[in-house]
């Protein structure tokens, strides 16, 4: 397939992770396997930051890729490593001439097979997420086109990302919503059995359930339910203390 056919189709399918839920892991293996197939590299690799900020190896075209990449990280040096850093490019990069600048990667990567190497920056605005990290066997430089395409693709994977931690913020904030809409139905629950058992009206239950949950270092909203499905009995809370009616 034409070059330009390959990565019109791997746009389309990065972009179609925009709009359905995906796999992280298998979207940037495609973008790893589509600059292989795309592009004039032999092997690709990404890299994305952890929360707390260190790198981790996500996806690659081959495991000698993905040994390459672990090395990388382990060594703390090299092109991908330095693309993350820096949020810059680091093109056509021939690994000979480099051994100085990454004195324990360079060597191996040569050993492994490579000459040169090609690391782009996943970002998207001010945030960069991770590195596009490629390889080739040969000395020969990525054309101009050939980086924007790389970088293109790069980009497209990165707001699919972007866009699913913010589907997932969503998830977790709507789930804990839920959760507390939940809760406040098993409170309420709680809250009219104590009410009958102790003859206390329903903001004086409350008040009551409180104060047991605290006195025994108890989850308000697992006393709730222990007492709402009998499991804990309504009438056998801590009482309040005198002044505690007015609380």
């Known amino acids: ?3 330009q056919a390959v990565l019109i189709r791997s746009l389309v399918e990065l972009a179609g992770s925009l709009v359905a839920d995906f796999d992280v892991v298998d979207l940037l293996t495609l973008l790893a396997d589509r600059c292989v197939e795309a592009l004039d590299v032999t ?3 990404v890299m994305i930051a952890a929360p707390a900020g ?3 190896v996500v996806a690659s075209s081959s495991d000698a890729m993905r040994t390459l990449e672990l090395f ?3 060594s703390d040096q090299g092109p991908c490593v330095d693309a993350y850093r820096s949020g810059k490019p680091v093109v056509n990069q021939d690994l000979s001439a480099n051994i100085g600048r990454w004195p324990r ?5 040569i050993a492994a097979g490579f000459r040169s190497t090609h690391s782009l920056p996943m970002h998207l605005q001010d945030k960069t997420l991770g590195a596009l990290n490629m390889f080739r066997a040969d000395n020969g430089s990525l054309a101009p086109d050939d980086v924007a395409a790389a970088q293109a693709l790069a980009d497209v994977a990165t707001i ?3 866009q699913h931690q913010a589907t997932a913020s969503a998830r977790a904030l709507n789930d804990q919503l839920n959760h507390a809409l939940n809760s406040r ?3 309420e629950q709680a809250k009219g059995k104590i009410s009958e058992a ?4 329903m903001d004086q239950a409350f008040q009551r359930l409180r104060h047991h949950a605290r006195n025994h270092n108890l989850r308000l909203t697992d006393l709730a339910r222990d007492i709402a499905i009998g499991t804990a009995p309504a009438g056998t809370l801590d009482p309040l203390p005198p002044q505690g009616l007015r609380r």
Request: net charge neutral; aromatic share 4%; glycine share 4%.
């Open 185 to 187: 139905i098993v409170i």
């Open 105 to 109: 990667f360079s060597p191996h990567a």
């Open 54 to 56: 260190q790198l981790q």
């Open 160 to 162: 699919a990302i972007t």
């Open 72 to 74: 990388q990280l382990q």
């Open 43 to 45: 092997a690709a690799g």
């Open 198 to 201: 102790a003859h206390l009206d």
């Open 1 to 3: 397939m034409p070059k």
